[in-house]
């Protein structure tokens, strides 16, 4: 059954009836339910529409009760709606399960009825039989049915189901489905039992079943047997509807069949196929591509793999051919380096190229849109290596034949050229680009003037290799442009066989052998010159035979012998020239030389023929021909006049060590590069001589290098003046004293001298001075201390103990009781006032005693904490707004007493100080310079008049305001303090605008 025609069937039923899928959309629905829910619910209900989107109460229950029916549960909801008369209406809507044959629940079937409340139940049963019997005339005009019972046994069957089964109504009435089942042939069910079994516990079934009726006629049913259920009396019987799809099905199972062939096809095809979205999305693929993209491949195991997106197509080019193929829209076929493979080779893995041969077209659809992309990978591998190799070979041998140090020129049977190399261009003068097939060696006005045109007949007509030399002079030829005019040629001729039309060619190669040919008679001139060179140097050759032991001496070899006129020599008369302790000498290095080809060079003494002693030296060395030594050959020099010359030169050097040896300084002799040549007895005491000389002094004492000794070298060299300082080398702990002087030849003489100690005695001597210094400075600031002390004292306690005896004489004098009793009160505050000056000159004395107090390391914003917690209430009650920068420096080592003190007698001024117009404020900022710590304290108080009281602003006990607090100690503590740690503190102000004081703390 169509769709269209299931639509007509549903329509055709009274009772409202609708199939939803698994999404909760409507499949199909009849005109019945369509009113109906358009009536009360104003919903258009059309096939496709979602139950989910609208949001009313009664559409959530109907959501719940299919969310229950696709879990497999058949289940009834009661619902209700109200007229436009006021009425309720209530509706009884069943959603049943639609099972396929795996009993996956595939669709749920919605059936709604209206229900009256306290209807009878004999009038429901009327009413669905009633019903029962319209669904019957209209589906037994399109489809197979067939009523059972309780028990499974057909109570009824329509006509269309006895005309498709192609039996009589009886042969089914009566009959248990089961035997039904049984008896019909083909691939019903595979378990009639099971089937019965499901029936009955409620469920619905649903398949497509094959069959075959009496006449061996295929049929195709999709079947569904319904429950017939009652409210009370539960199951009471089955419907069974089905419909002949027999014509579908066989169109299905041919187009399944031939998708099975071709796909059989594609997938064992030996090239790799792979389809994919025009996006480039992978959507199936053969078994060759599998291999080709290896087990782990995303596409291979199923994960969502886009080719575009792959960074290593953009590499190999597989990207940019399916680009191609969709901006064609046509085929493309390109020859790509997909990947590349191991291969184990002997225990050794090789990792290969592997190129594909790679075809990409699309499938245009009908609207001429690209539906999907193909591509074909074809494997060429071995194909594309040997072409490669080939390509590489000739390559290969085209470098060598163009880089050929000769000349090359390849040439047809006509003479003409085929192919010339670069040193052969270079050698006709052919500029780059210009045709080289333009030369013909037969028709060359140069090759017909050498008879070059004549070799290349004889060799192409005999068929053999022909070498001869050329010599060519070009003297008389304008044309000729190279400055040399005359050229020597060893000329190559040979044929060879075009492998492919199987022509004779000629190959000629040209080697230009002028420069060996000019070589050769400079030689020769050479020759004689060596001759009169080895006259002029005394040097003559000779010559031992290893074999025959014939020994032959050059011509100025005899004449050092003072032999003039030359006859042969022998071995053993040679010998008789040396003298005997130089016969051993020149025997044992011939001997060695002969049998072990140990090369010698000695200096030995001979007694000419004339009896003249001549110091003379005798080189030797042996000479192989198939690992065997077949000769010694060497030179003889008379070293007389320079052995000489030596031996005075070792005589002066020796004076002169002994001259260096003597003076109290030590002495080096360097090469401007800083290689030692020369040291004398007092430098090797202070470097090690064998470590040194010989050597550059920079590569032995590397940290030398960047020295003021190293920068003072360089003056010296550049400037060639002498050039003297002192320098300190920690490496070896010392002082030295140097003097530089340039050479005439370019050395440099060093002199130096330890005066360590010296520097050690100057150091102490510094030091004892500065010691004395600072005692001195000491002494005189105890003494200014001392004065400033005895002035505080008799200026701040004279007055005082004037009152003081000024009080006492009057109470003396006085008789009456209470005026003694008040001089009594008024001595006591003299007292205390005396007593409170003691104690502050004591503090100030001990401040100024107790010079070893000890540092620490302090936060200044710890410490300023600690003085915050200490002024509390007064910080409160004076609304202060304190801020602070420690950043540039956060701490110094200082007396912790010292310190908060210090911070303390800042913050409670800015207290005492404030202005009574403004919040008062105290900013406290930290520095450092030149190794120094300032601290900064500025303030917005009431300031102080610098020029009226500047001079006594941290004197003891002086105030300049009328704060009843104010009692002058705090700065002349505060200065005291700093002072004594070496440090001093200056002040800036400005009335009525604020006042900063400055400090600065000198390092310990």
């Not at 409507?26 to 358009?38: D, F």
């Not at 497509?208 to 409210?231: F, R």
């Not at 104010?966 to 503190?985: D, H, R, Y």
């Amino acid at each position: 059954m169509t769709v269209a025609l299931l639509g007509r069937v549903l329509d055709e039923l009274q009772e409202s009836l609708a199939i939803i899928d698994l999404r909760h959309c409507i499949l199909q629905c009849n005109t019945s339910l369509q009113n109906e829910v358009n009536k009360y619910l104003g919903v258009q209900l059309l096939p496709g529409f979602n139950l989910q989107i609208p949001s009313s109460n009664t559409l959530k229950r109907i959501n719940n009760a299919i969310d229950t029916a696709i879990a497999g549960e058949k289940n009834t909801i009661l619902l209700h709606a109200h007229e436009l008369s006021g009425n309720t209406v209530f509706y009884q809507c069943t959603l049943a399960p639609l099972k396929n044959e795996q009993q996956q629940v595939e669709a749920v079937l919605l059936t709604v009825k209206q229900a009256q409340q306290n209807t009878s139940l004999v009038n429901d049963l009327l009413l669905a039989n009633s019903k029962l019997k319209h669904i019957q005339q209209a589906i037994d005009t399109c489809a197979m049915v067939a009523v059972l019972d309780e028990s499974t046994s057909f109570l009824q069957v329509n006509d269309f189901f006895c005309n498709a089964m192609e039996l009589p109504a009886h042969a089914f009435v009566g009959q248990s489905l089961a035997n039904v089942i049984n008896n019909i042939q083909g691939e019903v069910v595979s378990c009639a039992n099971e089937l019965v079994n499901t029936l009955k516990s409620g469920q619905t079934w649903r398949a497509e079943v094959n069959c075959a009726s009496p006449t061996g006629k295929s049929l195709w049913i999709d079947a569904a047997i319904y429950p017939i259920e009652h409210a009370i009396q539960g199951i009471t019987g089955y419907l069974l509807i089905g419909f002949d799809i027999s014509s579908r099905k066989e169109k299905e199972i041919a187009a399944q069949e031939n998708e099975r062939f071709f796909r059989s096809i594609l997938e064992n095809l030996p090239v790799g196929l792979q389809q994919l979205t025009p996006e480039g999305f992978s959507v199936d693929m053969n078994s060759a591509l599998r291999d080709i993209l290896g087990p782990g491949h995303p596409a291979v195991i199923g994960e969502p793999y886009n080719l575009f997106n792959d960074p290593l197509n953009y590499r190999n080019g597989l990207r940019e051919l399916l680009q191609e193929v969709k901006d064609s829209r046509g085929p493309i076929k390109k020859e790509i380096l997909l990947k590349y493979t191991e291969h184990p080779d002997h225990g050794v893995t090789r990792i290969q190229p592997t190129y594909y041969e790679v075809t990409g077209f699309p499938v245009i659809d009908q609207q001429n849109n690209i539906s999907f992309l193909f591509l074909i990978l074809s494997e060429i591998t071995e194909k594309k290596l040997a072409e490669l190799s080939l390509e590489k070979s000739e390559r290969l041998l085209h470098t060598i034949v163009e880089n050929l140090p000769i000349g090359y020129m390849q040439f047809d049977n006509f003479g003409n050229a085929r192919r010339i190399n670069q040193t052969q261009r270079a050698f006709l003068g052919l500029q780059e680009g210009e045709s080289e097939h333009k030369y013909n060696m037969i028709d060359h006005p140069f090759a017909k003037l050498f008879e070059l045109d004549k070799l290349f007949m004889q060799v192409l007509q005999q068929g053999k290799m022909l070498r001869v030399e050329k010599k060519l002079d070009f003297t008389n030829e304008p044309s000729w442009k190279r400055a040399q005019k005359t050229l020597f040629l060893d000329l190559t001729l040979f044929p060879v066989e075009d492998p492919v039309d199987k022509d004779q060619l000629i190959v000629t190669l040209v080697n230009d052998i002028t420069v060996e040919k000019n070589q050769a008679l400079e030689n020769e001139k050479n020759q004689d010159f060596l001759l009169q060179t080895g006259a002029i140097g005394k040097i003559g050759g000779w010559e031992l035979d290893a074999k025959t032991q014939k020994l032959r001496w050059s011509t100025q070899t005899y004449h050092i012998h003072e032999l003039y006129h030359q006859h042969d020599i022998t071995l053993e008369g040679a010998l008789d020239f040396y003298t005997p302790e130089s016969r051993s000498i020149i025997e044992k290095a011939a001997k060695d030389c002969m049998e072990k080809g140990i090369p010698y060079d000695v200096q030995v003494e001979i007694v000419t023929a004339h009896g003249n002693l001549v110091v003379v030296r005798s080189i030797g060395q042996p000479e192989y021909k198939n690992g065997e030594i077949v000769r010694i050959h060497g030179v003889l020099q008379d070293i007389t006049e320079q052995f000489q010359m030596r031996y005075e030169l070792t005589q002066n050097a020796e004076l002169m060590r002994l001259f260096f040896d003597t003076i109290d300084m030590g002495y080096a002799l360097m090469d401007q590069d800083g290689t030692v040549n020369f040291m004398n007895k007092k430098a090797g005491e202070m470097l090690d001589t064998e470590t040194v000389v010989g050597k550059n002094i920079f590569d032995v004492f590397p940290w030398l290098v960047g020295t003021t000794f190293h920068a003072r070298v360089k003056e010296c060299i550049t400037g060639q003046k002498p050039v003297s300082f002192f320098n300190y080398l920690p490496e070896l702990d010392k002082w030295y004293e140097f003097l530089l002087a340039p050479m005439q030849n370019g050395n440099i003489s060093i002199f130096t001298r330890n005066i360590t100690y010296s520097k050690k005695l100057q150091r102490e001597l510094r030091k004892a001075n500065d010691q004395l210094s600072n005692l001195n400075k000491y002494l005189v600031n105890q003494n200014k201390q001392l004065e400033d002390f005895a002035h505080i004292t008799s200026h701040n306690l004279r007055a005082p103990i004037a009152n003081l005896k000024a009080l006492m004489q009057i109470y003396k004098e006085t008789d009456s009781q209470e005026e003694r009793g008040m001089y009594v009160g008024m001595l006591d505050d003299v007292i205390r006032n005396i007593d409170e000056t003691l104690n502050d000159l004591l503090e100030v004395v001990q401040i100024r005693k107790d010079l070893n107090v000890e540092r620490e390391n302090l936060q200044f914003v710890d410490r300023l904490q600690k003085i915050k917690d200490i002024l509390l209430v007064d910080i409160e009650t004076s609304n202060i707004m304190l801020t602070y920068d420690f950043s540039s420096a956060p701490s110094i080592d200082y007396p912790r007493i010292y310190l908060d003190s210090i911070l303390q007698n800042l913050l409670t001024n800015a207290i005492k100080y404030r202005s009574p117009n403004r919040r008062p404020s105290l900013h406290l900022r930290t520095w450092t310079l030149d190794g120094n710590v300032y601290l900064s304290a500025e303030d917005n108080g009431i300031g102080i008049d610098l020029e009226r009281f500047g001079h006594k602003i941290f004197g003891f006990r002086k105030t300049f305001h009328k704060n009843k607090d104010a009692k002058g100690i705090g700065l002349f503590i505060t200065k005291s303090q700093v002072e004594a740690m070496g440090g001093q503190i200056k002040v800036e102000s400005t009335p009525n605008v604020g006042t900063k004081f400055i400090i600065t703390f000198r390092p310990e």
